[in-house]
């Protein structure tokens, strides 16, 4: 049994040329251990000056996209191009042309998947996008085949290796945000415009994407609330430290009662949680099935040769036929199907850690947790630390009136009981309407490890 | 597109009985999402108590396996009676009627995996067996499918959930191996005949049959070094965890430069090592490729529903018809093919634990670290520990002569840098050969992380 894939490659940057190198170096191995034969016949850029810059064959290289496209030796374009824009584009002349498109592009997939999914199925081609999340990590897989006996009751994912790089030094070295972001951009591991990443919106991709594959419709990218870590503080990692848990960016998709929460944002885990120990630019997704309970996949999630092997392993099994099997089964961005049912944010139920800036006057704490009482909202624990440094300007106790703020701010640090979310927020914004307390307290979420088995009993 | 699959379960005990009942509560859920419509039309046991006491339908229920197999409308015959005797017949009867067979049962695919691929190609049917390593974790289609693209360098797998369970109890509790497993036994977390997986078999059939399709070729059982955890003594737990390690059974199959190192073995790893935190019975596995680096799988290993999950998944894999196609390009059982050329276990090269039982006089510290640099091993760390109780015999110390052993042991706990395994075990007979040194040496090795990237570089 031997197949042969004929290959046209759109994009060759990082992902791009690891990918042609990847096909170049391991085509004798994969055609004997898989029986399908890869071969590269076109690396399609407007610059090709990266691709030459590696050694690849100049007799593939091509600015013409139509070359490639016409050529029907072509089954499969791969579109590493990246954006929303001309990546949309060629993967509906691809698709139009009837060829099958690999692409790693969580963005595009995020925005306009039903759209995507629908011209492939008219056309009779497939689209293969286990790279768009997670990297290299066979988590695409995981939904569409690994894990077809379960419901998905639940998904949490460490989806973006920028975060959590600077979360880690933040975590590790004590730093601030400003200084880890300084040190991921000198070390690779940040853009020099690093705001998709950092302001969660990356995230929001990949879990649009593996939502919808988990509860099987599609989830608009704006119906999810998406909060970055821009404007974590590093008091807030060190106070969450000492009670035990770990700062994490959580994508998630989780089942409740009524409906599902989708949600990009910082939040504490516990040391022990499977995803604390998760650490540099890794990724880790955990999926809570019905019936297999907590599975957890684990890589890296971004870089050059870690996605060229999603790619790959995508393109052999569009050479072996099984995906386009597995694509007529998907049925998740059907356009016909209305969105998945999101429920109102605010009604999620949790833990919560906040963070209080009072002035350190007696009987303070005491009028704060009346006001959590008036609104049911059960403490865990209160640490007030004594006063670090200033935190609210530049503060000297005993200065006169007439220098600026003459007392400085403490501190006061609440850990709550399951609360529902939009109780806690009307409560603080009661406590901040108390005469000594200062606007902008911190919410995190403490993330508890899901529950198994919620829906399964034997 | 809707496929009905028909199908006969053999074997109704736990993960019998959770498949069956996984197969009725889902099968709607699994028609609506995948297209295949799964119908348990039989399940067949000399036994049938515990299915009648699950509630499952009598008149699915049959003592009769000719009944099944001569139904034309059963096109999938699930093994779960387990072992290798029964089992292997039904499989080639299964197969003899043209039945495609999905199976759990690791020790049968261990020592007999050649042969019933072979069959199986034959008459044209298919063998899955996702649930035969990990348990729910979709870790075989990790290998023949998500991970295509790379060549593996490593898998290293704490695969059996009885002894991680026993040894999580001993790291946390500081119990000794005979409380934790009767803690285990009681738990119902081993068996009242547990040797099978204390002993590290369990283990080695599974790493023969994940190395097998990490390398390509067979390995046969008897090839593979076998220890097991019953010998562990909880002081060496405890030393190790002093030192920042933490022991596990682990089932590795690592690609040496003259060939491939496959073994079960309780090991030490650093507390930060991906793997230390994988607690109680869950099960993990690192996978090291070519071009996709560490990725790792996690979840439960074994237990009714979550390999019920991995069973039910083949089956609709069987029915999509995309598992048939898979299978045929699986190669790495071939009965043609020579077995994996596997290194002398002797020529391995890596840390090692060792702990020393020596009479506390002066000078033998002198004398075992020259035996140690004549054999040209380096030290990285001694401990000599203040004696914590006697550890030979009912030792007192300043007791006469003639009451038995008079002096106590110490325990001299030597780490050594990387060393061949052969020249190690050589200097310890050395070692033991002095007056003073006492045999049994305790020898664990100490697995640092392996290295990604060993063969791709970009």
């Known amino acids: 049994m031997k197949m042969t894939v004929g290959i046209a490659l759109v994009g060759c940057g990082t992902v791009g040329g690891a990918t042609a190198l990847l096909l170049q170096e391991q085509r004798d191995s994969i055609r004997f251990r898989t029986g399908v034969d890869l071969d590269l016949r076109y690396i399609v850029d407007k610059n090709l000056t990266y691709a030459r810059k590696l050694g690849l064959s100049e007799s593939i290289l091509t600015e013409s996209l139509e070359k490639a496209l016409s050529d029907s030796k072509v089954s499969v374009v791969i579109e590493l191009v990246g954006g929303t824009g001309?990546?949309?584009?060629?993967i509906l002349q691809a698709f139009a042309a009837g060829k099958?498109?690999?692409t790693a592009n969580k963005a595009l997939l995020a925005y306009h998947g039903p759209e995507l999914f629908a011209a492939a199925k008219k056309a009779e081609v497939a689209l293969a996008f286990?790279?768009?999340?997670?990297?290299?990590?066979?988590?695409?897989?995981?939904f569409y085949d690994g894990l077809t006996a379960n419901t998905i009751d639940a998904v949490y994912g460490i989806v973006n290796g920028t975060?959590?790089?600077?979360?880690?030094?933040?975590i590790q070295k004590d730093s601030t945000y400003d200084e880890a972001l300084k040190g991921a951009q000198a070390a690779g591991f940040a853009e020099a415009d690093p705001s998709l990443d950092v302001n969660g919106g990356d995230s929001a991709h990949k879990i649009a994407i593996m939502g919808a594959m988990a509860f099987g419709s599609p989830i608009p990218l704006d119906t999810i609330p998406v909060k970055g870590i821009a404007n974590l503080e590093a008091e807030d990692v060190l106070f969450g430290g000492e009670m035990g848990y770990v700062v994490k960016l959580i994508a998630s998709a989780v089942r409740g009662k009524k409906g599902v929460f989708v949600r990009v944002e910082p939040a504490f885990i516990p040391m022990d949680h499977p995803l604390a120990w998760v650490s540099g630019s890794f990724n880790a997704i955990s999926v809570y099935g019905s019936a297999v309970g907590h599975t957890m996949y684990y890589g890296r999630g971004a870089?050059?040769?870690?996605?060229?092997?999603?790619?790959v392993s995508d393109i052999i099994s569009l050479g072996l036929g099984t995906y386009p099997v597995q694509f007529k089964s998907m049925d998740f961005w059907n356009p016909d199907k209305k969105p998945l049912k999101l429920q109102e944010p605010g009604d999620i139920h949790r833990r919560y850690y906040l963070k209080l800036r009072v002035l350190d006057r007696p009987g303070n704490l005491g009028r704060i947790t009346t006001v959590l009482g008036e609104n049911a909202i059960s403490v865990s624990s209160i640490l007030q630390h004594e006063i670090p440094e200033a935190t609210d300007g530049e503060v000297?106790?005993?200065?006169?009136?007439?220098?600026g703020v003459i007392e400085p701010t403490v501190p006061i640090v609440i850990t709550t009981h399951r609360v529902k979310e939009s109780q806690l927020l009307s409560a603080i914004e009661d406590i901040e309407a108390l005469e000594d307390v200062y606007p902008g307290t911190t919410v995190l979420p403490i993330l508890e490890e899901h529950p198994e088995f919620r829906y399964l009993n034997t």
Chains 1, 2 share one sequence.
């Open 396 to 403: 000297l106790e005993n200065t006169p009136p007439e220098a």
């Open 303 to 311: 870089g050059g040769t870690p996605t060229a092997s999603a790619v």
């Open 100 to 102: 099958h498109v690999v």
């Open 130 to 142: 286990e790279a768009s999340c997670g990297g290299g990590i066979p988590i695409v897989r995981a």
């Open 86 to 90: 001309f990546a949309k584009t060629l």
């Open 163 to 170: 975060c959590n790089h600077i979360l880690s030094e933040m």
